[in-house]
């Protein structure tokens, strides 16, 4: 069976050169991330599959509202917000610590100092974590979106996060070699900018409560930033790096780069406003929200071009490499959320979708579709170099992707198609609010369905990870990768 | 890219830019707002002897506000009117004007919202519902609202055996209701949900600010 072809030799991957003295290097790099690495992505796995349980309570709870409905404990808000702190805090902060700095040690071409200042910082974090989504069930919650947990949990948070920041930093300044890759810029960006956000949102919205609905325009200052400029930089990082490793080829166009990374740094910090178009307050912030949120679209197109030119041709190996065809999935979905996103920021469309399920799915379609399906991908290649095994079995790689794909599709439909509705007759005063409430539920039906899909998604990448962590794949090193190719063809793959 | 101070310098002014730009500019125009009485005199200050607006909340509503957080209400209402022209929400008697910046200047905690499952709470507490109604509505929204898809809050409540005379704060269920307590039960809010409702019939916008005047 061949390989992706060997383009460019350049390329350090393991599947694309034969360079001993590369793969020496990397390896070491491997050995000496590999217990934090590990530690992080067994963390972020735990969220998902915590986070997706209170999903499905959500879900389930939307139609039927009296589901669970005997506690306290179990409020609608309540598990919502445990499942997207669970979610992006859990799963996805735990995912950028494991694939992110895997990817900053191997791009820095040295192996990692104080490793276990990193480990000591990671299990602070899921403590932490852990303390503030039980206080969110138990009702401290904050009922601030996005920054639910409650104060006891939040200096611990900002505190083991700022020791994996400068882990970050120096990993940067201990590197070897001239050139630093688009990667490292979005790495690095992302690790400065999301302590930053973090602790002015916590100190001017829960510490020392700005007045008024300055709280709100900080509030969504960070919370959309959070999408833009840490969950963002961190996918489009591992994009950036798997598609030319997988594929044995450089990325498309360096400038393309250069230009998509500096349009984002500048446009995506001001759009967050647009989440308050219509609201209390003064009318050039918002229009500055606006004028943001369309600039967002060269960078989006910067990127997508430059993901989709360094791919062309090659389609077939995306649809073979497991990791590649996560990675894809997310990146096509990272043009069309972003377009999406920046004419949602229009005030004629925003009238419509601002309140509704359209937002809701709006988020699902940046965090789930975008991001997490390259984290995925990003997992699938991070894990044979970490323990220099295979995957065990390329079904449940399979079942994985379907589950993930049909899934967040059938969502994303259900949600904007009902979210539209919603807008429209909600700015329709002749149409009886309850009517329009009743309209949703088929709808709301339709993403619990959805979430099964998930489910059975996540369920089946856990049982993979832990058979593969169990030592089960030692057997497939020796037959190659595993691949996703019908057998017919390939041989075992 | 080799140009490391450069690099470190983007990344820093380009979110020192929108820091500046979205918080700290909007601190200093919004964050000195005073409340003020419903017209102002020529000169911009306020009517000697007139009520200051915005009102500050009574105790109790303080406290139903708490409720209002932990129970997590905001996740499926919000707390802002948007303009008439833009959305239907003064149509739909969510509030007699736009919501504005100095409506919120009271409030530790601005709960803006950005869901409406559930219809906007702005001014509920200016809408013919009385105390009565807020409480079966919390008891199970199925009594006031058939359809709803708001979930029950009845562990807010307790049901008890009517001792001697009915409670005076016993809910009032209509006639027939499936879903009052067995005869010779009944059923009283705990003081958080009196807490709750308070809050409710707090939530107002029934007075003008010289920036956003109810039109008559």
Partial sequence: MSE????NSQSASPYSSNDAEVRAELSEIDASIRTSALFFTVSAIFWLLAGTVFALITAYKAHEPSFMGDSALSTFGRMRSAHLNAMALGWGNNIIFAVGLWIMARLCRSPIRHGGLLLIAGIFWNIGLTVGIVGIIMGDITSVEWLEIPHYATPLLALSYALI?????????????????????????GLFWFPWLYIVAQIMIIWFPARGVVQSVTNWWFAHNVLGLWLTPMALATAYYLIPKVLGRPIYSYYLSVLGFWALAIFYNWAGVHHLIGGPIPVWLISAGIVASIMMVI??????????MSVVGLHKEVWRSPTLRFVVFG???????????????VRSVNEI??????????AHHGVYAFFSM???GGVYYMMPRLLKREWPSAGLIKLHFWGSAIGISVMLFALHVIGWIQGVQMNDATIPFLEIVQNTIPWLKARTISGVFLTVAHIAFAVNFFWMLFAAGAVRAKQGPTLLDSAKEEGVA | MKNLPLLFCGIFFALAFSFTGLILSSNIQLGSLTQTTEMQDENGNNMEGETLYPLTAPGLAQQGKQVYIEMGCIYCHTQQVRRAGFGADVERNWGPRASVARDYILQDRVLLGTMRTGPDLMHVGGRPLNKDWHHL???????????????????????????????ANALKFPPNSEYSPEAGYEVVPTRRADALVEYMLSLKLDYSLPEAPIAE
């Fill in chain 1, 299 to 308: 960078p989006v197109i910067v990127v997508g071009l430059n993901h989709h």
């Fill in chain 1, 4 to 7: 992706a072809p060997q383009i």
């Fill in chain 1, 374 to 376: 390259i984290m995925f």
């Fill in chain 1, 353 to 362: 979708t601002h309140f509704t399920h359209f937002t809701v799915g709006h």
């Fill in chain 1, 331 to 345: 990146a096509i979905s990272y043009t069309l959320v972003s377009l999406i996103g920046s004419s949602m920021a």
């Fill in chain 1, 165 to 189: 920041g400068v882990w970050g930093v120096m990993a940067f300044k201990f590197r070897k070699g001239e050139h630093v890759y688009v990667s490292q810029w979005y790495i690095l960006a």
């Fill in chain 2, 137 to 167: 509505h919390l008891y199970n929204p199925q009594i006031t609202s058939p359809g709803s898809t708001m979930a029950p809050f009845a562990f807010l409540y307790e049901t008890r055996e009517i001792d001697g005379a009915p409670s």
